[in-house]
């Protein structure tokens, strides 16, 4: 059963990739457009609001990854002298604060959903669509993160700051 839930998990993770890929593709395509088309004495009105709603989609939607995968900054100057059950409570106290900010994520995101009526100036694009990719985001990070409490998703950065011995 976890082995099936951690890989329904990396699957959606992998597509999440997937979107966040061709999302920096585009963002590619878009900018280099947007210099040619200054060169050239002209401009993309929509560019730069379309490069931000991207940016903002990219940053939320790879959170989840990076939990999974450990790529979050961790300082272990001193955590690394710790005793082991320290560092087995440091690691569950990192992994409950990632819970709380992803249930932040969904709280705030929903209220921002369901307040905001504005849209975007040059595209249109009701703002609220937005604030829904932080709703999904957070659903992600408290997923990903619930599987971390459940020993899923080891990662070589974690297993080595809790096997790291002191030298001697």
């Not at 050239?40 to 929509?46: E, Y």
């Not at 690394?80 to 604060?97: A, E, Q």
């Not at 957070?138 to 011995?165: Q, S």
Request: glycine share 4%.
């Amino acid at each position: 059963m976890k082995d099936m839930a951690e890989n329904a998990i990396g699957k959606v993770c992998f597509v999440v990739e997937a979107i966040c890929r061709i999302a920096l593709v585009f963002m590619v395509c878009i900018v280099t457009a947007q210099v040619i088309a200054r060169a050239l004495g002209s401009n993309i009105k929509w560019c730069e609001e379309v490069m931000l709603i991207l940016l903002d989609v990219m940053m939320f939607l790879l959170l989840p990854i990076g939990i999974k995968d450990d790529l979050h900054i961790r300082i272990e100057v001193f955590a690394k002298y710790f005793p082991y059950r320290v560092k087995i409570f440091l690691v569950c106290f990192s992994n409950i604060i990632l819970a709380l900010v992803s249930i932040c994520m969904i709280r705030y995101g929903a209220h921002l959903m369901a307040s905001t009526s504005s849209k975007f100036t040059t595209t249109g694009l009701p703002r609220k669509y937005l604030y829904l990719v932080t709703v999904i985001s957070g659903v992600l990070c408290l997923v990903v993160t619930a599987g971390k409490f459940f020993g899923m998703f080891h990662t070589k950065a974690t297993d080595e700051f809790l096997a790291e011995k002191l030298a001697p």
